[in-house]
């Protein structure tokens, strides 16, 4: 009862200052409009569009209400005495405004019972682990805004009978007209929350999607269509309250700014680029967040890809950010998604090693690495003597690791290295490392050629070989 009353005297008093500040400035506009003829011809069709409230169905009710009310008024009295119809301010009287005050009583209870009832269902549901309750986020959806729906057409409801009593001699109401601007704001306002919160079933539902995909680019792409879509809500919102409040139509003054539009977009092309590229970076995949990639020469880990740019983590430690209008327009290669780590190496022995160690060290090495771990049946190694280098004689060596895990992969080389090392040291047979050799003439192979020629011949010696 202690609240009751509280709100009983805060709503009164709202109305005593609504009243308060409304009677003199109509009061005002229609003397100002008695004094001067011609200032009315002029001023009336703004009165009439600025003041004059539309009747509504809830105001029909209001009006009808409030006539039965003072009719009964006026049956009370004539039996009663006339204290039963005495006024409460101006025209009003305290049977009406009493009854009106019920009214909102009864619906601030059913706002209060409807919104309790809601909590009350939300908290019976059970909560599973790893599960959505999809009746739990639409009744959170649907909570709040429903309360505002009923507290601002309730109370638009209960004080329709008094909306009458504020009525100027040319239809004129700008009490009526801004709680019934007010009632609509806050009808608008509740639908778009409702939609608002609504969002968060959306986004239950998208994470869950993404959560059952491999790609860490859907789980990039949940959250920012989730922001995308909140702004658009809450831009479409301001628009249709700013239209319902003003009256103005914003479709042909957008497109009244379409040259703006245009100056605009191209002072921003950068940053509408670098959106697109974003949508073909979400929609295109060509990397995950956490994969290695290499693109203008960063090479580097994928951090995170935002609307404007794409942050890769170097193998440096340095953090460098990348628009991703130039990463979708640049060459990128993808090492994270590569199948298998291949393994090039060119092992050298010297030039003095005869042709059965060579074989031998060939073999050594096909030994060493047949059926080796990580490797896949489609990708046997592959071991063959090809060629001839400046100091060296050439054993190309081709495996391929997988999967392509980079650290167990180097263990893997650094294992096989030292089994190289340790079966070549064993079998004799030396690494080539860079040498110069210098022949001189009159060696066993290239003996010195000398002729005696007679006088008046040019000398000449030659070495054979």
């Not at 409230?53 to 105001?59: A, F, L, R």
């Not at 379409?258 to 974003?278: C, E, P, Q, R, W």
């Not at 392509?404 to 070549?424: G, K, M, N």
Request: glycine residues 8%; negative net charge; charged residues 20%.
């Amino acid at each position: 009862m202690a609240s009751f009353s509280k709100i009983l005297r805060i709503l009164s008093l709202v109305v005593i200052i609504a009243v308060s500040f409304c009677r003199p400035v109509m009061a005002q506009t229609q003397t100002d409009g008695e004094a001067d003829s011609t200032s009315v011809e002029v001023q009336e069709p703004v009165i009439e569009h600025d003041f004059k409230p539309e009747i509504g169905k809830i105001d029909q009710a209001g009006n009808k209400v409030g006539e039965r009310i003072e009719a009964f008024g006026a049956k009370a009295s004539d039996r009663l005495g006339g204290w039963i119809d005495s006024k409460f301010y101006a025209d009003i009287s305290w049977l009406k405004m009493l009854f009106c005050l019920l009214l909102v009583f009864i619906v601030v209870t059913v706002e209060r019972g409807v919104h309790l009832l809601i909590r009350r269902k939300i908290e019976t549901i059970p909560s599973v682990d790893g599960e959505i309750s999809w009746a739990r986020l639409i009744l959170k959806a649907v909570m709040r805004p429903l309360s505002l729906l009923i507290w601002v057409y309730g109370i638009y409801g209960a004080l329709s009978p008094l909306y009458s009593h504020f009525q100027g001699a040319d239809g004129s109401n700008l009490v009526h007209l801004v709680l019934q601007k007010t009632a609509t704001v806050g009808g608008i306002l509740a639908f778009f929350w409702f939609i608002y919160q609504f969002v968060h079933v959306m986004d239950a539902r998208l994470s869950q999607w993404a959560d059952s995909t491999e790609s860490t680019i859907d789980d990039i792409l949940v959250p920012l269509f989730g922001k995308t879509l909140r702004i658009f809500i809450v831009i479409l919102a301001g628009i249709v309250v700013i239209q319902n409040l003003t009256g103005v139509e914003i479709g042909p003054l957008l497109a009244s700014l379409g040259i703006g539009g245009l100056a605009v977009a191209l002072a921003a092309k950068d940053s509408i680029a670098n959106f697109f590229g974003t949508l073909t970076i979400l929609f295109d995949k060509p990397f995950q967040v956490g994969e290695r990639i290499v693109i203008d020469n960063y090479d580097g880990v994928v951090e995170d890809v935002g609307f404007r740019s794409t942050r890769i983590r170097l193998l440096t430690g340095h953090l460098v950010t990348i628009p991703n209008e130039k990463v979708v327009n640049s060459g990128l290669e993808n090492i994270g998604k590569r199948p298998n780590i291949r393994w090039l190496n060119n092992i050298g022995i010297t030039y003095d090693t005869p042709p059965e160690k060579i074989e031998r060290a060939v073999a050594i090495i096909r030994e060493i690495i047949a059926d080796h771990e990580g490797m896949h049946p489609d990708f046997p190694p592959r071991v063959y003597f090809n060629g001839f280098n400046d100091w060296s004689l050439n054993i190309l060596v081709l495996a391929w690791y997988h999967p392509p895990e980079y650290w167990d992969f180097q263990e893997w080389v650094q294992r096989t290295c030292l089994e190289i090392t340790r079966c070549f040291s064993a079998e004799g047979i030396d690494f080539a490392f860079p040498t110069q050799t210098l022949h001189l003439a009159n060696d066993a192979k290239r003996q010195l050629k000398v002729e005696l020629l007679e006088k008046g011949d040019v000398p000449s010696i030659g070495a054979q070989g």
